[in-house]
């Protein structure tokens, strides 16, 4: 672990589009503006209920219970380039968006006006979700480093040297940053000292977020197995078997871990002894992470469908499931009225969880790889071109 003063990366301009895209079909607007000014810091409201982390919480469920999310009026606020690929998805916390792209930076920008605030440039690119905790972002990078920066001006706190390409999203729980790596390991680092507290080897390499829940860190590897392993020491408590790469993060929940493969399956399993509970077909690899909420789990799957699984039952039950045009490998966010999910199409959609009717769509310029942040009234993803769009109500 090193210790780097002020490593802050001033970037590049600000592109913003018109706002006046229509709910339905947006056309995502191609006209440059000049570049637009962040509000002032003590006058940007702080969102009050933020996506701090990779699928909104610790645990993974990707579920907001507390707000409904943008579907009135729905329209383009802004969008932002960068110079890569946007492969994760961005993290709101306080009254700054955080967004990491494969041109190796991790940029904070305005939420409201998507201005950039600051940015951190890494030597590798920067392929999954930021977590936000008490003022930190942390992140991972491409060359082969965990960072710990400053949330508020960008500065470096601390990095952590993985040993190879940091493959997931980290996850921080009581204390602990966890993360997996291209070279088989799942490490556990202190999150405020940067050092690292264990490490566990797996078969592969490990490419989906840990959930962490009650005392355990629940990860999928390339190996096909999920494991489940003591937060405190790394020992191994159980691990399940699949037939195929298990690259997205499990979700856990009421006792039960939810995970799915490349075997086309999603796997329930108990929390405690990692015993099979029921599966379900999702006809194609699943390679997004579940949402779930309350008594439906929402996966996405490689045959251009996203899923609504009942699981209060000793068996699942297909409810219904939703055409996007193309592969799913995003995982889904939830809130309390609606469900959001983006398509290898373009587009990200607005859906009633209940009968799983269309609320919205919104067609960005490129195809999107990983889900939205959402707030009450505010909505943002990336594409694989680069940008990063901000969609919004009223």
């Known amino acids: 672990m090193d210790r780097v003063s002020s490593r802050v990366m ?26 637009p000014t962040p509000i002032p ?38 969008r932002f380039e960068t110079e890569g690929s946007i492969a994760g998805s961005p993290a709101v916390a306080g009254n700054t968006l955080y967004v990491g792209s494969t041109d190796g930076s991790l940029y904070a920008l305005d939420p409201y ?32 480093r965990l ?51 264990w490490r566990f080897g797996t078969g592969a390499s490990v490419l989906g977020t840990p959930a962490v829940a009650d005392g355990t860190v629940y990860v999928g590897s ?19 078997g699949t037939r195929g790469i298990v690259s997205a993060g499990p979700a856990v929940a009421d006792g039960t871990v939810y995970a799915g493969s490349r075997d086309s399956t999603l796997y329930a399993l108990d929390a405690e002894d990692g015993e099979r509970t029921w599966q379900f077909d999702a006809n194609e690899q ?17 045959d251009d469908f996203l899923y609504a699984v009942g699981i ?12 996007t045009g193309d592969s799913v490998v995003a995982s889904p966010a939830a809130t309390r009225d609606h469900v959001f999910v983006a398509s290898t199409s373009g587009n990200v959609f607005c859906i009633l969880p209940e009968e799983g009717g269309t609320v919205w769509r919104f067609e960005a310029d490129a195809g999107i790889q990983e889900g939205p942040a959402v707030t009450d009234e505010w909505l943002y993803f990336g594409d694989v071109d680069g940008t990063v769009y901000a969609i919004g109500s009223g």
Request: net charge negative.
């Open 147 to 197: 960072y710990a920066i400053d949330a508020a001006d960008g500065t470096e706190v601390w990095r952590f040297d993985v040993g190879d390409r940091v493959g997931s999203s980290p996850t921080v729980s009581e204390g602990t940053v966890y993360v997996g790596g291209v070279n088989s390991s799942v490490f556990a680092v202190d999150r405020n000292a940067g050092e690292q507290r």
């Open 41 to 78: 810091d003590d006058e940007r409201e702080a969102f009050d209920s933020g996506w701090p982390t990779f699928a909104m919480d610790a645990a993974n469920t990707g579920y907001a219970p507390d707000i409904s999310g943008p579907y009135t009026e729905i329209g383009e606020r802004w």
């Open 10 to 35: 001033g970037r590049r301009a600000v592109v913003a589009a018109a706002g006046v895209a229509l709910a339905g079909c947006a056309d995502g607007g191609n006209g440059e503006e000049p570049e």
């Open 312 to 323: 209060d039952g000793d068996d699942p039950v297909g409810r219904w499931r939703f055409q």
């Open 113 to 144: 006006v998507g201005a950039e605030l600051w940015s951190f440039e890494t030597d590798g690119p920067v392929t999954t979700t930021p977590a936000v905790v008490d003022g930190t972002v942390y992140v991972g990078s491409g060359d082969e």
């Open 286 to 302: 699943v390679q997004g992470s579940p949402a779930i909420v309350g008594e439906t789990a929402f996966v996405g799957s490689s």
């Open 222 to 240: 390339s190996d096909r197995n999920v494991y489940a392993l003591d937060a405190a020491s790394g020992e191994e408590r159980w691990r399940f």
